[in-house]
């Protein structure tokens, strides 16, 4: 069946704008919706994280520098006695005993070794490399790149979701305008049935009660003009709201929806794992297993090198340069079960989480079939609705060739019309009804 869906002329109002067309409105929305902005704001953000996440398996490199001025000389100094026990000790061993006893202290008074400077010059730099570390990186950034992934996903159903306001907007609005003017013709036809009927009752042709009841039938025309008119203002604003052009009630829109390939249900079911929603379950669950193997890899010790290297200047006694190559480790032996508390938190997380896909796969499941009972009720509607429309047409010229020919009233002729008016909403609406659950079924697929 040809899925291009167009609709009949409609009696619309006279614009000097074009009218607007589905890919313009959904390019407009898009470009004001802001949803749309934060959801691509937080696929940039994390893109970031994720470049972060990379940069944790290179060397770090730490630059320090010291210049200051000392608030009392760097002096070195023997101090007084500090010599005494060795003198005492070679004394002894000697047989004349303590010596300090006949001499003194050695030295007998503090003295200066080295009389250091003021000022003070210090530069160091280290270079650290993470060795076992690299187990929780490569964790950290494969969990960084469901994130990226997760939050693609996350605009990408943002974006979705206002293709297919947007999209459903335009149908609702379509539709509306049709049963305006199904509502307008069966006016006109009981406005003239009401003339009859009152000229009728003038000349005594006709009760009372039966004029009342046509001018009950047409104010209740009337009102359900009005509920049609009132409800595509509403829909009118809402698409107006999403395209930048709030409170215009009147916009002109062009009268065909895009065409989309029909399927059999096996096919939409056998798409439910590219669902939007299911990906993004499947992202969250693979983030929650490397959750799990990141808190059991935060058991194995920190080993990193490191290089380091440092020059002074203000102090001779100390040498101006000089280095460090080695090997960092870092062992936290007892924690008091933290870790193994944070790989069971992880275990039940990840369990959580694999669970919630499943769920999700069978709601989406179930949403297909739902989509698919609704697509295929739809499309018996439309052959009943396509031979309704074919007879009320050939009865509405049928009737217009028989008023030409003053063979009937021109009542008959307007019955027709408002039948055929009739028949063309239900054969518009049935056909909306095939569209949007079309539609469901490719958003259900991501494939929008």
Not at 175 to 187: G, N
Not at 284 to 291: K, N, Y
Not at 321 to 338: A, H, P, R, S, T
Not at 405 to 418: F, G, M, R, T, V
């Amino acid at each position: 069946m040809k899925r291009l869906l167009v609709l009949l002329t409609l009696a619309v109002p006279l614009t000097a704008e074009p009218p607007l067309s589905l890919d313009q409105a959904v390019n407009l929305a898009l470009r004001e919706s802001k949803g749309a902005q934060l959801a691509r704001l937080r696929t940039e953000e994390a893109g970031v994280d994720l470049k972060a996440a990379k940069s944790q398996r290179y060397p770090r490199l730490n630059v320090m520098g010291i210049a200051g001025v000392y608030l009392s000389p760097f002096d070195v100094y023997l101090r007084r006695g500090t010599l005494s026990p060795f003198v005492d000790a070679l004394g002894t061993q000697a047989g004349l005993g303590a010596l300090t006893q006949q001499i003194g202290p050695v030295p007998s008074q503090d003295f200066l070794l080295y009389r250091g400077g003021r000022e003070q010059y210090i530069g160091s730099a280290v270079l650290l490399q993470p060795l076992t570390q690299q187990f929780r990186i490569g964790s950290g950034v494969a969990a960084s790149k469901k994130n990226a992934e997760g939050a693609s996903l996350a605009e990408n159903q943002v974006i979705q979701q206002v293709k297919r306001g947007v999209e459903e907007l335009f149908a609702g609005i379509l539709l509306e305008t049709r049963r305006e003017a199904w509502h307008r013709a069966k006016r006109e036809l009981q406005q003239a049935q009401l003339r009859d009927a009152e000229h009728a009752q003038q000349v005594g042709e006709m009760l009372d009660d039966a004029v009342l009841g046509l001018q009950a039938e047409l104010a209740q025309t009337e009102t359900d003009l009005m509920r049609s008119e009132q409800q595509r203002a509403r829909l009118s604003l809402q698409l107006g709201d999403l395209i930048g052009r709030p409170g215009d009630e009147r916009i002109a829109l062009a009268e065909t929806l895009p065409h989309r390939q029909e399927h059999p249900l096996s096919y939409w079911i056998s798409k439910a794992p590219q669902n939007l929603e299911h990906r993004s379950a499947a992202t969250v669950a693979e983030r929650a297993r490397l959750g799990v193997r990141a808190a059991r890899q935060a058991e194995i010790p920190d080993v990193s090198a490191f290089v380091s290297g440092f020059v002074q200047d203000g102090q001779q006694i100390l040498p101006a340069n000089g280095g460090m190559v080695g090997v960092l480790v870092n062992w936290e032996v007892f924690d008091g079960g933290q870790k193994r508390a944070d790989v069971s938190r992880g275990i039940v997380r990840r369990r959580q989480a694999e669970l919630a896909q499943e769920k999700t796969r069978e709601d989406v499941v179930r949403q297909m079939r739902l989509a698919y009972q609704d697509y295929q009720h739809a499309t018996e509607l439309i052959g009943l609705a396509e031979k309704a429309e074919a007879y009320r047409r050939r009865a509405a010229e049928l009737a217009r060739q028989s008023v030409e020919n003053q063979l009937s009233l021109p009542s008959k002729a307007l019955a027709a019309e408002a039948d055929l008016r009739k028949a063309e909403a239900d054969l518009v609406g049935a056909r909306l009804q095939q569209h949007l659950a079309l539609l469901q079924l490719y958003a259900l697929t991501g494939e929008l």
